[in-house]
Each structure stands twice: as structure tokens, then as C-alpha cells.
């Protein structure tokens, strides 16, 4: 856990300086608890009690670290940010793809392959995008959107320097092409978690996506 965000969130009073003092172990439980509840139900509906007990804590506790569940959700949701930050930024670290069509693809699979591996993160970012209020994950969705949008827009800047997109269209209009696709197979996959019996092939999904894009956007 990042203590140096945990410390500009005690200046911002999300967290208090109980909690910064804690052992790291003992914060990295309360946001495991505290994530997987928020995971698990909208923002209302969760169970302060539910956290405490999970993180081995009293609910009175969790007030003298917090003070409200509001504040609880933005440490959560500050620290899964950085978390997911620091997951792209590696995986951007290693992807060597050289055309924008295979960066394209290669990035929609790498996003599957996150939402299989993390499972309990990925219900999280579908509880705040498509679930609790936009009063209550507006911010959150701008930033992670951002993120996306960034790398993006750097497989577009790629590919037209390459010659693979057209130029007569707006960097903004094809990240939002790309960025929808995304999000309906996020949406798809989303609800396939819930009819664990059928059967999809998301990779082959994200095939055809890539080539029905591109037939789109190619130079």
C-alpha cells in the first residue's frame, strides 16, 4: 500500500491519523474488508458491521479511522486506483506490440485477463460504473476513464504515424469508438458472470472487435 497517498489523504481528511498510524497489515486488511464489501453491494446497502468484521476490527474503530463510510469508500477508492495505476503501468512497461491493430487486440485481451485474474476488483469498478449513484462514483469514473483514454489515444497517435489510421478523423472520436468496445465487452462479460452456464469466447469477441474497428478507422 502507497503510505505516501495514504498521508495526502489524511490532509484531505478521508482518513485520520489513527489510521495513518497503523501497521501497514492492519491497513491493507481493512481495504481488502472494506473493497469487498463494496464489491459485493451498492454504496447504501453496505454493512459497516460486515467490514469491521472481516478486517478483524471494532465498528467503533472503523469511525476513529474514517469518520463516515463516505470517507471509507474514498480510501478505497483511492487506493484501488493506484493499485490499478501501477497494474497498467507494468503492463504497458512490457507490451512491445509494434501495429496499432495488435496493440488494439493485445489490449482488449490484457483487459479480460485483469478482470479474470482480479475478480473482487473488477465487481468493484462494475459496482461504482454501472450501479451506486453518479454523486457517489462520478470522480472515481473520470480518473479510471483517463487512464484508458490515455493509452489509447497512444495506439491511435501510433497508428497514424504508421499510416494504419486515417487522419481525416478526430484522436477524441476514435478513442471514444475504441473506449466504447471496451466498455460493451465489459458490459458483456459483466453479465455472462451472472449465467455462469453459458459459454462465451471473449477472446474471439475481441478478435472481431479489433477487425471491426479497424475497418473503420484504417489508413
Known amino acids: 500500500m502507497n503510505e505516501n497517498l495514504i498521508v495526502e489523504m489524511e490532509k484531505k481528511e478521508a482518513v485520520t491519523a489513527t489510521f495513518r498510524k497503523l501497521e501497514p497489515s492492519k491497513k491493507e486488511a481493512i481495504y ?16 459497516l458491521d460486515l467490514v469491521a468484521a472481516a ?3 471494532s465498528k467503533g474503530s472503523l469511525f476513529q479511522y474514517f469518520g463516515n463510510k463516505e470517507h471509507l469508500l474514498e480510501f478505497v477508492a483511492e487506493i484501488f486506483l493506484d493499485n490499478y495505476r501501477q497494474y ?14 495488435d496493440r488494439v487486440s493485445q489490449y482488449l485481451l490484457a483487459c479480460l485477463e485483469y478482470w479474470e485474474r482480479e475478480r473482487i476488483d473488477y465487481r468493484f469498478l462494475m459496482k461504482m ?12 469514473l473520470e480518473r ?23 487522419g481525416d478523423m478526430e484522436t477524441e472520436t476514435i478513442s471514444f469508438l475504441i473506449h466504447a468496445a471496451l466498455r460493451n465487452l ?16 471473449f477472446r ?3 478478435a472481431k472487435i479489433t477487425v471491426l474497428l479497424f ?4 489508413g
Open 32 to 47: 481488502r474488508a472494506a473493497l469487498k464489501e463494496f464489491s459485493s453491494d451498492v454504496f447504501d446497502r453496505v454493512s
Open 144 to 166: 479510471v476513464t483517463q487512464s484508458q483514454r490515455e493509452y489509447i489515444s497512444t495506439i491511435i497517435e501510433r497508428g497514424r504515424a504508421t499510416g494504419e489510421i486515417r
Open 204 to 206: 474471439d469477441i475481441a
Open 215 to 218: 475497418d473503420g478507422i484504417a
Open 186 to 201: 465489459e458490459q458483456t462479460y459483466a453479465a455472462i458472470l451472472q449465467t455462469p452456464k453459458t459459454k462465451v469466447d
Open 55 to 57: 478486517a478483524g476490527v
Open 129 to 140: 460504473q454501472y450501479e451506486n449513484p453518479l454523486a457517489v462514483a462520478g470522480a472515481f
Open 88 to 101: 497498467w503501468e507494468s503492463y504497458f512497461a512490457r507490451e512491445h506490440a509494434v501495429r496499432a491493430r
